[in-house]
């Protein structure tokens, strides 16, 4: 089961993902950022777009994941408040395939937070808990 939360960081929030796999952990952080910026819950599933991403380790893969979910964001306006993950082990790192399903921006329905303007490396973690479920966290520019 996925879940997320933010947490406390001097100007900016932290966002932190948790899943019973990695997929789960990184779905669950893009929905964590997508609430920093709306009430997600608000968001229904309109439209999909299918997006993907590499990197050499963990860390560059979650970057540019959220990466791509924010060019969506800027450039067609969207918001997200359904992700399914995929990632493959590639000789040269990671793959990940996605689809992200959401709506357009609308101020009244989904009343918009904050803006996020950047993905950072800004205390990123991705690991796996004691328990066995799997955690990613990030503090994006705000």
């Not at 791509?68 to 399914?84: N, W």
């Not at 921006?105 to 205390?123: C, N, Q, R, S, W």
Request: net charge negative; glycine share 10%; aromatic share 8%.
């Amino acid at each position: 089961m996925r879940e997320w939360e933010h947490y406390e960081h001097t100007a900016d929030v932290g966002i932190r993902g948790y899943g019973e796999s990695l997929e789960e952990a990184f779905e669950a952080v893009a929905l964590a950022l997508f609430d920093v910026m709306v009430d997600v819950r608000k968001v229904e599933g309109r439209e999909c777009r299918e997006v993907g991403a590499e990197g050499e380790d963990l860390m560059a893969l979650l970057y540019n994941f959220l990466e791509e979910l924010l060019v969506l964001h800027d450039v067609e306006g969207l918001v997200f408040g359904d992700v399914d993950v995929e990632i493959e082990k590639t000789g040269e790192g990671y793959r990940l395939r996605a689809k992200a399903c959401g709506e357009v921006l609308d101020y009244e329905k989904h009343g918009p937070k904050e803006e996020v303007k950047a993905i950072t490396y800004h205390e990123m973690k991705i690991e796996q808990l004691p328990d066995g479920r799997w955690m990613a966290q990030l503090v994006p520019d705000i």
